[in-house]
């Protein structure tokens, strides 16, 4: 009699063993499937990664492309400012020259009007080449309509 209820309770417990091995056994089945369904999300999650990692370098490749143009762009407008400058500075000496060889009272105005555009000229440039400095819109108006009125006077 012991012996079988040695049995008895020996088999409750397989029984109860064997029902903890199907819900281990359930339990893995469904941490398998999350895990493949993990993993399909973390390699689409690395593909869109890499996808923005190509286009970050495209947008910085993009940044410095523009950034080249455009202090060439700078030089280049400085270039044309001061061949401008040096265009006008000619035509006023060229100027000067004929009205002092003509003895023309207006020489003296024309050399008058020559330095001031050069102090103009100087003054532009030096707020030009400040880094970080930007010309208030109401000083580059006054320099320009100074510049005009005395093209006007003359």
């Known amino acids: 009699m012991l012996e079988e209820i040695a049995n008895f309770s020996n088999q409750k417990k397989i029984y109860k063993l064997e029902k903890d091995i199907e819900q281990c056994e359930r339990y893995i089945r469904y941490l398998e499937k999350n895990l ?27 940044l410095e492309l523009k950034e080249e143009a455009l202090v060439a762009q700078d030089k280049r407008i400085i270039n044309l400012e ?40 100087e003054v532009r440039r030096f707020l030009d080449n400040q880094v970080g400095i930007n010309i208030p819109q109401n000083i580059e108006n006054i320099l320009n309509a100074s510049a005009g009125n005395l093209d006007e006077i003359i």
């Open 82 to 121: 001061d061949t401008v400058n040096r265009l006008k500075a000619q035509t006023y000496k060229v100027t000067a020259s004929i009205s002092d060889k003509m003895n023309d009272p207006l020489s003296e105005i024309l050399n008058r009007r020559r330095n001031l555009s050069d102090i103009f000229y």
């Open 36 to 62: 493949v369904s993990r993993e399909d999300e973390v390699d689409q999650l690395k593909v869109e990664f890499q996808s923005i990692l190509q286009e970050l370098e495209k947008y910085k490749y993009h």
